[in-house]
């Protein structure tokens, strides 16, 4: 089972909040809605998209 951690990427106010539980497939989901449910992402691709947010390209 993965374990859920606030994003790096998250605002520490209370605003903006995600969760993600990495593993073989990445789930992310909004802290203040965690009852809705999580979207969930391969790999290879949420790694993708870390990069891509890391170089300012997105």
């Known amino acids: 089972m993965n374990d859920w951690h606030k994003s790096s ?3 520490g106010h209370g605003g903006n909040c995600v969760e993600v539980a990495e593993g073989r497939t990445t789930m992310v989901r909004d802290t203040q809605h965690r009852h809705l449910g999580h979207l969930d ?3 290879p691709e949420w790694s993708a998209f870390l990069t891509t947010l890391k170089a300012d390209r997105l």
């Open 9 to 11: 990427y998250s605002q």
């Open 41 to 43: 992402f391969p790999a």
